[in-house]
C-alpha cells in the first residue's frame, strides 16, 4: 500500500469523467498531493486514479563561479526544498554531483526518467532503501535545468508514461514558483548589498582627505575616479611637521566592501607608523607584516609610501609593486622610476628600500594607478605611459588639479567617452618656480 498519492486522471466511463480527468491535465496544479492510501479515491459517484508515491522530493540546483570554489568541491549541488518520505539519515547522506544518479543525470541532460526496477538501473544510487521504481522529471526556466522533480515507490513498475506526462507538468508550475521565489531573493540580496555599498562608499570617503595639502614650495593635488561605489583606489598624506608630510597611493585588489575595510586597516596602520617617526621602508615592513597576517590569500596592495621634505626639497619614499611614477625636471627631461619591492600581504618577510629624489622648482613628480595608463581605446589599444608623459607635458604649467583634469579629460577622450574599465587615481606635486 503507498502512503502517499498524487492524482492523476484516469479512463473514466462517462463525460463527465472524461471531463474531470481533461481538466487535472490541464490543471496539474490543482490536483494536490494526497494522503491517501491504496492509489485510488472516490467522490462525486466516479473513481479518480492516482500516481502512486512513497517519497518525493523537488531538488532545485544552486551552482556557484568554479573559480570560487574550494578544491576537491564542486561548483553545482542540490538543495532539498520540499520532501516526502525520506528518513533524516536518508537526506543527510545525500550528496549528489551534477550528473551522478538518477537526480544528477536528468539535470544534467534536462530528459526525464522512469526506471521501474532501480536495482537494475546502473545509474541509480541506493539513497532510501525501500524503493523499488523511481520517476524524475526536470525543472526547467528559460530552457535552463534549475532542478528536479523525484517520485519514488516501494513497487515494482510503478509509474508509466501517462505518470510522467502528469509530473512534467507539474514540473512546470514549480519551475514558475521556484523562479519567483528566486526572483523574490534576489532582490532581496540587491537592497542588502546596494545598503552594505553605501556604508562602504561612506566609509571610504571618509578616508580620503578632505583638501589638498598646503606646503611651502609646493603645488599639490589627487583625486580619485570611481568606477564603482566603492573604488579599490586609495591617497592619503598627513602632516609630520610644517614643512613635511607624509603620502601615500595605492591600489586595493577587490572592490566594494572589502576593499573599503582593507584601505581603513592601511591607512591607520601607515599613518600610525608615519607619527611614530619610521622610515617608510620600516613602515611598509611592519604594515605588509600586518596585512599578510590578516587577509586573505587572494588579496594584496600595491602602494607607494613617502615622506616629503620641503625645506630639503627631497622626497623619501619606498614602493610595494605599484606602477612606476614619473618626474618630469624643469629642463623638460623625463623619466619613469622603477625602483620597488612586493606588494603588501603578499609574503610576511618582504624587505623593502628607502629611495630619496629631489624635486627641486620646476620638477612635477606625478603618482598614479593603473586605471589610468590601462584604459582602452574602442579599438583596444591601451592608453599607456608615453601618453600619458606626453600630456603631462603638454600641460605642465597648469596648477596640479587642474593638471589632473586634464589628464582624466584626456583619459575620457581616448576610450570614446566611457571612461577607465579600473578606478583612476593621480597624486601630482609640483614644486614651484621662484620660491
Given at each position: ?393 603638454e600641460h605642465v604649467e597648469k596648477p596640479a588639479r587642474e593638471l589632473i583634469a586634464s589628464l582624466q579629460m ?26
Open positions: 500500500m503507498h502512503d502517499r498519492t498524487i492524482e492523476r486522471s484516469g479512463n473514466a466511463r462517462s463525460d463527465h469523467d472524461r471531463q474531470a480527468a481533461h481538466a487535472a491535465r490541464r490543471h496539474p496544479e490543482d490536483q494536490p498531493l494526497t494522503g491517501s492510501p491504496g492509489g485510488a479515491e472516490s467522490g462525486n459517484g466516479h473513481a479518480r486514479l492516482v500516481i502512486p508515491y512513497d517519497a518525493a522530493g523537488i531538488f532545485v540546483l544552486q551552482c556557484v563561479d568554479p573559480e570560487t570554489v574550494p578544491e576537491g568541491e564542486e561548483p553545482c549541488t542540490f538543495k532539498a526544498e520540499a520532501v516526502r518520505g525520506y528518513d533524516i539519515d536518508e537526506l543527510s547522506d545525500l550528496h549528489l554531483k551534477l550528473g551522478e544518479g538518477f537526480i544528477g543525470s536528468v539535470a544534467l541532460s534536462g530528459a526525464p526518467i522512469i526506471s521501474p526496477d532501480v536495482r537494475n538501473d546502473p545509474v541509480y544510487i541506493n539513497a532510501r532503501d525501500r524503493t523499488r521504481s523511481e520517476m524524475v522529471a526536470p525543472i526547467i526556466s528559460n530552457d535552463e535545468v534549475i532542478g528536479v522533480f523525484d517520485l519514488e515507490s516501494d513497487e515494482l513498475n510503478a509509474y508509466s508514461n501517462d505518470d510522467l506526462e502528469v509530473l512534467m507538468l507539474l514540473a512546470s508550475q514549480v519551475a514558475i514558483i521556484i523562479e519567483k521565489v528566486m526572483l523574490h531573493e534576489q532582490m532581496i540580496e540587491k537592497k542588502r548589498l546596494q545598503g552594505q555599498l553605501e556604508v562602504a562608499r561612506q566609509v571610504q570617503l571618509e578616508l580620503l582627505p578632505a583638501k589638498d595639502p598646503e606646503v611651502p614650495g609646493y603645488d599639490i593635488s589627487a583625486y580619485n575616479f570611481p568606477t564603482e561605489e566603492v573604488s579599490g583606489d586609495y591617497y592619503d598624506w598627513v602632516r609630520i611637521y610644517e614643512d613635511e608630510i607624509g603620502i601615500v597611493i595605492a591600489d586595493v585588489s577587490g572592490k566594494g566592501v572589502p576593499a573599503a575595510i582593507l584601505m581603513a586597516f592601511l591607512r591607520a596602520s601607515l599613518r600610525a607608523a608615519t607619527h611614530i617617526g619610521y622610515a617608510t621602508n620600516i613602515s611598509m615592513a611592519k604594515v605588509n607584516y600586518l596585512l599578510y597576517e590578516s587577509i586573505e590569500r587572494n588579496q594584496f596592495v600595491t602602494a607607494i609610501h613617502g615622506i616629503l621634505d620641503a625645506s630639503n626639497k627631497t622626497l623619501s619614499y619606498s614602493n610595494a609593486g605599484h606602477n612606476p611614477p614619473l618626474l618630469l625636471k624643469a629642463n623638460g627631461e623625463s623619466r619613469y622610476i622603477y625602483d620597488g619591492e612586493q606588494p603588501l600581504g603578499m609574503f610576511p618577510r618582504t624587505r623593502y628600500h628607502e629611495n630619496h629624489l629631489m624635486i627641486e622648482p620646476g620638477d612635477i613628480f606625478v603618482l598614479y594607478t593603473d586605471g589610468a595608463t590601462e584604459a582602452e581605446s574602442p579599438t583596444g589599444e591601451e592608453f599607456g605611459r608615453e601618453r600619458l608623459e606626453q600630456v603631462v607635458k584626456e583619459i575620457l577622450e581616448w576610450t570614446g567617452g566611457v571612461g577607465s574599465n579600473d578606478d583612476v587615481t593621480f597624486f601630482v606635486i609640483k614644486a614651484l618656480k621662484n620660491v
